[in-house]
Structures are given as C-alpha cells and as structure tokens.
C-alpha cells in the first residue's frame, strides 16, 4: 500500500519560509516522480511542481517560480517543498502526490496517489 505523509506545514509571516516534507512508503521511490499541489478554501486544487525520478529536472508554476524548490532525497524516500519569500496569496493546504511515471507530470489526473495535505499559513 503506497503511502505519502506530508509534514512542515505551518503560520509563518509574509516574507518567511517553510520547508514541506513528504515521506513515501509502499512503492520503490526513486522510479517515481513526485509533485506537489495546493488547494486554497474555496479553490481547486492547483499544480505547485513536479521533479523526475532522479531529481535532476523540476518544473513550477509561474506563480512560485524563483521562490519554491523541489527536491528529493531518494535514499531517505523523500521529497521535499522548500517555500521562500512567502506571500499571503500562498495560504493554502499542500499536498504531495505520486505517479506511475518516471518524467515530469503537470496534471493532477496523472497522479495515483496523495497525502492527506499540510496547512501552510502566511500572515501579511
């Protein structure tokens, strides 16, 4: 049974950083890519970020580019969402999630399995 547990999440102020983490169980990780999404109240669910299999490529969306990072440790079956300069209008739950290729995977249908989230929560 595949298994992902975000954890990091958290009140910072606008300007601050937070450094997500999601640990993965059930699957041989370093096959995978992973990606992470948020989800504000009241919006769906978004596309934060997506790196390959070996970390050597990421891609973000234009509304975190320069700001977060993607990275993972293969050997501790982790990846990780480091957030800088945070903004208020990046208040929401962050979710990991995994999908059954290896490449860089853009579209929240394209992954099979998520975490219940982590509450990231940024004050002006």
């Known amino acids: 049974q595949v298994q992902l547990v975000e954890s990091g999440g958290g009140l910072v102020q606008a300007g601050g950083s937070l450094r997500l983490s999601c640990a993965v169980s059930g699957r041989t990780f370093s096959r995978y890519a992973m990606g992470w999404f948020r989800q504000a109240p009241g919006k769906e669910r978004e596309f934060v970020g997506t790196i390959n299999w070996s970390g050597s490529n990421t891609d973000y969306a234009d509304s975190v580019v320069d700001r977060f990072t993607i990275s993972r440790d293969n050997a501790k079956n982790t990846v990780f969402l480091q957030m800088n300069n945070l903004k208020p209008e990046d208040t929401a739950i962050y979710y990991c999630?995994?999908?059954?290729?290896?490449?860089?995977?853009?579209?929240?249908?394209?992954?099979?399995?998520w975490g219940r989230g982590t509450q990231v929560t940024v004050s002006s």
């Open positions: 999630a995994a999908p059954t290729t290896g490449g860089l995977v853009y579209s929240r249908h394209e992954y099979a399995y």
